[in-house]
């Protein structure tokens, strides 16, 4: 899981699966909130399924302006290709 569309495709699958989201809905620019009904407990939720994903421990700042998908995205990226 190293490239966008990667991170995408695992973080939407688990969108699907985890949080019964629309998956129709679930696109790059998706709001978590607005789009997909997400609250701050289900952030909290990705944050810890992703960490067990990506066998690294997430910093709580690299996700404090999270607001569409495409924020998770380049975060996850950004922290998966911090050690290449």
Do not use: W, Y
């Amino acid at each position: 899981m190293h490239t966008k569309q990667e991170i995408f495709d695992t973080i939407k699958e688990i969108l699907v699966k985890d949080f019964d989201c629309d998956e129709s809905k679930i696109k790059m620019e998706s709001n978590l909130v607005e789009d997909l009904d997400l609250d701050s407990i289900d952030a909290v939720d990705l944050v810890v399924k992703l960490q067990g994903i990506i066998n690294r421990k997430v910093d709580p700042e690299d996700f404090k302006q999270i607001r569409t998908l495409q924020d998770v995205v380049n975060a996850v990226e950004k922290i998966v290709n911090a050690d290449r």
